[in-house]
């Protein structure tokens, strides 16, 4: 499974970025798709993550100001980004994965793209 993750940029604090990551290869039975984001010098942390129908689950510091889509035809999932903070930067990692527990996607997925960064301007 290859993912590719597009979107990320120079954005100033109150602005919105949209990522997208597009998901080909063997990807058949992929059920989970998700993001994470690693700040600087801290540990990758979960973003939000979504499963096939379409249920979701988010980091709860996240929750009000991200949302995760999902396009099983084009194989994408999408993650809005709505009034950026500072804090927000980071390189963002698109995941994948053919679970179906999207509870324990705290602990990673099974495929990973390479991360596209996303700075967020005072």
């Known amino acids: 499974v290859q993912l590719q993750a597009s979107g990320g940029g120079l954005v100033q604090a109150g602005g919105s970025l949209r990522l997208r990551c597009t998901a080909s290869g063997s990807i058949f039975a992929i059920n989970l798709m998700g993001w994470y984001r690693q700040p600087p010098g801290k540990q990758l942390e979960l973003v939000a993550a979504?499963?096939?129908?379409?249920?979701?689950n988010y980091a709860d510091s996240m929750r009000d100001r991200f949302t995760i889509s999902r396009d099983n035809g084009e194989n994408t999932v999408y993650l809005q980004m709505y009034a950026l903070k500072p804090e927000d930067t980071a390189v963002y990692y698109c995941?994948?994965?053919?679970?179906?527990?999207?509870?324990?996607?705290?602990?990673?997925?099974?495929?990973w793209g390479e991360g596209t960064l996303v700075t967020v301007s005072s």
């Open positions: 995941a994948a994965d053919r679970g179906v527990n999207i509870a324990g996607v705290g602990s990673g997925m099974g495929f």
């Open positions: 979504i499963t096939r129908d379409g249920v979701t």
